[in-house]
């Protein structure tokens, strides 16, 4: 005999109200409405946005604020794994010497570091091999070089503390099995340490490009022709200083999702055999 | 017991291969703390000898400075006639360098309580990775011995499997056939089942125990006395740092001379 007060099959289910979830939602709707309405109607020329999005001199700033981030983070990176590696060193001389570089690039601020850079013919005013050859610094430290230089120096300094925590994230048994199979220090750190650690170090070095596309309009003080800056001369002369500052903010936009999506992909690629289900190889 | 090399030998680099190894008052200290006492011992070609002994008494430091995963502080080993960690010219011993000791590694294969297998790589290419990178083998060569090394310990379909993918005893036979391809002439074993489920233990021993019927060079440092008991030739008792007795492993298993020996293999038949 079961008891009818045990069978509730046939009763309703009322589901629950979430009254707090609306009101937060219809608060966070009016607030974006508002916001896109300010700037509809607000002083800004669209038109104008459209016109100037694709003039040749925003595409040759956009080039180069490309070409800028990638050499910068192309230095950053060499050098990070250099002085990763000398600050991992039993020599005393090259870790203490990766710690100095590592303390002096970070502490000292981006915008100070291309001024010094730029400005570097004041020490100096010609370089080279004494009794060999020289040239003029000013010569050499162009915009260009000057915001290479200041970009990737600075980068490589906070990539080296990346690239160490992913160094030391790898278990001591992998160095010890590198070494058993007889593998030199060079080719165990290649072969077997690096592709572990890149699972550590892919992730915030990611977010540093990203970092380093917005760092390269640092350049535009120096008058490296990047995309702020080609922004900037443009509305010098005609004074649609909005317009173009969205113009330029679009550009950074697109860039900034496209690495995004591209660092997703090379994350995917060094999670290899990291856990169940994620091997695809 | 203490090592008398013939100075009238041609070449004192180059002394028999047999015993594959010769530890001489083996020291070696952590700060002030003395874990190798002066450790003398020879391994002839094809023994296999168990190292017993309680924990911290010093048996995986030993391991360790025979591949020169640690230092020796005083005395000297001697792996297949070839002086570890030196070169001897006359009355000088050269320290070797980083190039030489790896050459010197490539001999002697060990496999680690923790397995230790590279996680980025399959198990194929776990096994390929030191006869390519290290030995100079041609890559279609050393797949196909790794292949073979996986049947031999019972793994064949899991060649593709990354180590997260397979179960403990399943990543320490392939860490067995990584140590394998090197073709070394002896392999050192750590507690090679100290981390496996007790189920997973006697798969781990039969590859060891296969391995032992083929001649192969074996130290292994465990736990398993009844292991000990069936395959070593020897045991070895080492407590405080000292090898305090050694000889047939049934007799020491079964009628120990000293007390020490005595009390623990008393302890953990408990
Ligand atoms: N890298 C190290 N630094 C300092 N002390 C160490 C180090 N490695 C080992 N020791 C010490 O050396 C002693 C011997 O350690 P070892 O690992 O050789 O013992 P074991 O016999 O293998 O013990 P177990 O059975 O627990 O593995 C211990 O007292 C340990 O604390
Ligand atoms: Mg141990």
């Known amino acids: ?281 | 017991m203490a090592i008398r090399t013939t100075p009238a030998a041609a070449d004192q680099n180059m002394l028999p291969a047999d015993p594959i190894v010769v530890a001489a008052d083996v020291r070696k200290r952590f700060g002030s703390n003395e874990v190798l006492k002066g450790i003398d011992l020879r391994v002839p070609k094809g023994e296999v000898l168990c190292i017993i002994g309680p924990s911290g008494s010093g048996k995986s430091t030993f391991l360790r400075c025979i591949n020169q995963l640690e230092r020796i502080d005083g005395g000297a080993i001697w792996v297949a006639g070839e002086l570890v960690g030196y070169r001897r010219e006359g009355n000088f011993l050269y320290e070797l360098t980083d190039a030489e000791i790896a050459r010197q590694r490539r001999r002697i294969g060990m496999v680690f309580q923790r397995f230790n297998l590279f996680p980025h790589l399959t198990a194929l290419e776990n096994i390929i990775e030191g006869p390519v990178q290290v030995l100079g083998e041609k890559p279609a060569e050393a797949r196909e011995r790794a292949e073979a090394l996986l049947a031999r310990v019972g793994l064949a379909d899991k060649r593709d499997a990354y180590p997260a993918h397979l179960s403990g005893g399943q990543q320490q036979r392939v860490a067995i056939a990584r140590a394998l391809a090197m073709r070394p002439e002896l392999l050192l074993f750590d507690e090679p089942t100290s981390a496996l489920d007790p189920e997973l233990v006697g798969e781990v021993l039969g590859v060891m125990r296969d391995l032992a019927g083929t001649g192969m060079t074996m130290i292994v440092v465990t736990h398993e006395l009844g292991f000990a008991r069936e395959v070593s030739n020897r045991v070895a008792f080492m407590d405080q740092g000292q090898l305090v007795e050694i000889g047939d492993a049934r007799q020491v298993l079964s009628d120990p001379q000293q007390a020490r020996t005595r009390a623990f293999i008393s302890a953990v038949h408990k």
Request: charged share 10%.
């Open chain 1, 1 to 281: 005999m079961t008891d009818t007060v045990y069978q509730i099959s046939h009763l309703v289910h009322v589901p629950r109200r979430h009254y707090g979830r609306m009101v937060a939602a219809a608060l966070v709707v009016a607030a974006l409405a508002a916001i896109a309405h300010a700037f509809a109607v607000g002083q800004i020329e669209w038109n104008y946005v459209g016109e100037f999005l694709t003039v040749p001199a925003i595409m040759t700033g956009l080039v180069n604020t490309i070409v800028m981030a990638i050499l910068a983070m192309v230095v950053g990176i060499a050098l990070g794994v250099i002085f990763a590696i000398m600050r991992l060193s039993e020599n005393p001389v090259l870790s203490y010497t990766a710690l100095g570089y590592i303390w002096l690039f970070r502490a000292v601020p981006a915008l100070l570091q291309l001024l010094l850079w730029f400005n570097l013919a004041l020490v100096f005013p010609t370089m080279g091999i004494p009794g060999v050859f020289s040239v003029p610094t000013v010569d050499v430290m162009t915009p260009f070089v000057a915001a290479l230089l200041g970009l990737g120096i600075q980068q490589g300094a906070f990539t080296a503390e990346v690239v160490r925590a992913g160094l030391l994230s790898v278990d001591r048994g992998q160095y010890e099995a590198a070494q058993t199979l007889g593998m030199t220090r060079l080719k165990m750190l290649r072969r077997i340490i690096m592709p572990q650690a890149m699972r550590v170090i892919i992730p915030p070095v990611g977010n540093e490009f990203i970092g380093m596309v917005k760092l390269t309009s640092l350049a535009s003080v120096i008058q490296y022709a990047e995309i702020l800056h080609s922004a900037q001369n443009i509305y010098y002369a005609n004074s649609r200083v909005i317009e173009l500052l969205i113009v330029a903010a679009f550009w950074y936009l697109i860039v900034v999702t496209i690495l995004s999506l591209i660092q997703g992909r090379i994350e995917k690629y060094f999670s290899k055999g990291a856990a169940p289900a994620a091997s695809t190889k």
